[in-house]
């Protein structure tokens, strides 16, 4: 018997302040990756009300789907009614250092900082910081995603987020 049938999935919610790029890659990549496990969700400070074009060509490339990609604010989240969420993922610093409404349940938080491709010009650079920031996400969801996460203590669980994020740099 699977660890996602005995327990309610885990909720995510990835932070980045203008919710169109590495946040999205992490939402999309948890849930591909998570398998059911995880449920996870994007969202930015201040989020800039779409969806990097780049970002979701990188997802497509991978075979990554995301079909509800949008660019949303933090505060869906923090409102009556929104999704209880487990643990935080910030991708980068300004949202990292920003303050964050007050989450009920007070889930545990990392920060797993990565490059913002956004904005990288020119274009097929763009595309190059983008797949450098897929894999480097990558690379840490699946580490994080092999924890007992349903057995965890939270605390251990953002002890360990952290290290898989240090042992990436």
Known sequence: MSASSIYPPINILVLCTGNSARSILGEALFNQLG???????????????????VALE???????????????????FAAPGAPHIDYI??????????????????????????????????????????????????????????????TMPANDIRVAAQLIHEAAQ
């Open 35 to 53: 398998k059911g496990r995880v449920r996870a969700y994007s969202a930015g400070s201040q989020p800039s009300g779409k969806v990097n074009p």
């Open 89 to 150: 993922f910030t991708v980068c610093a300004s949202a990292a250092g920003e303050t964050c409404p007050i989450w009920p349940g007070h889930p545990a938080t990392a920060h797993w900082g990565i490059d913002d491709p956004a904005h990288v010009e020119p274009l097929e650079a763009r595309r190059v910081a983008f797949e450098n920031a897929y894999v480097q996400l990558e690379q840490r969801i699946r580490a994080f995603l092999a924890l007992p996460l349903e």
């Open 58 to 76: 990188t997802l497509e490339k991978h075979g990554v789907t995301l079909p509800e990609a949008r660019s949303k604010s933090w505060d869906e």
